[in-house]
T-cell receptor, first 111, second 113 residues
């Protein structure tokens, strides 16, 4: 089977740093993605990890540990516009290209 | 640069009716996906395709059918609509290479009454 877990909701203050965790158990692994989804909109791509370590992209960073089945998304210098859901997704390996999503973490940024 | 286009954007169906949700992409992507998203929930994979002529079931395929006759198109068919199929449906596509992200359509909001 497969399972992807994330916290349901988080709250943070504008200007602060927040870390959103994701743990996964999947049959096969071919990369982990983070997506941002504002209410009523489609998900948009934020970051991708396939090797262990940290990937940095501006205010956003994502970390992966394959041996622990663990990833996190780090958001720095939070802005009000960062209020959104953040979705962790794993692409299964081998001939199966499907992309499985967690339930998402709803982040609320407060002034 | 259209990307992934879904039609219709909104639809109300009566129980037992049928409909097809259309999805077209112009990026020559190999992989295409259909997801549903219920309120406050993540995305559940319905069906996916790794290329023209090839489709496979995802996590929640019951009540749906798909076809992939061309690289560009991946329609989703609901044969006998049920209230449990009320949801927002997203189509997505990506290249086969593992490092490439999926691009999403704007979604179809379906209500079954």
């Amino acid at each position: 089977g497969q399972n992807i877990d994330q916290p349901t909701e988080m709250t943070a203050t504008e200007g602060a740093i927040v870390q959103i965790n994701c743990t996964y158990q999947t049959s096969g692994f071919n990369g982990l993605f983070w997506y941002q989804q504002h209410a009523g909109e489609a998900p948009t791509f934020l970051s991708y990890n396939v090797l262990d370590g940290l990937e940095e992209k501006g205010r956003f960073s994502s970390f992966l540990s394959r041996s622990k089945g663990y990833s996190y998304l780090l958001l720095k210098e939070l802005q009000m516009k960062d209020s959104a859901s953040y979705l962790c997704a794993v692409r299964r390996g081998g001939s199966q290209g499907n992309l499985i999503f967690g339930k998402g973490t709803k982040l609320s940024v407060k002034p | 640069n259209a990307g992934v286009t879904q039609t219709p954007k909104f639809r109300i169906l009566k129980i037992g009716q049928s409909m097809t949700l259309q999805c077209t992409q112009d990026m020559n992507h190999n992989y295409m996906y259909w997801y549903r998203q219920d309120p406050g929930m993540g995305l559940k994979l319905i069906y996916y395709s790794v290329g023209a002529g090839i489709t496979d079931k995802g996590e929640v395929p019951n009540g749906y059918n798909v076809s992939r006759s061309t690289t560009e198109d991946f329609p989703l068919r609901l044969e006998l609509a049920a209230p449990s199929q009320t949801s927002v449906y997203f189509c997505a596509s990506s290249y086969r290479d593992r490092g490439t992200e999926a691009f999403f359509g704007q979604g179809t909001r379906l209500t079954v009454v």
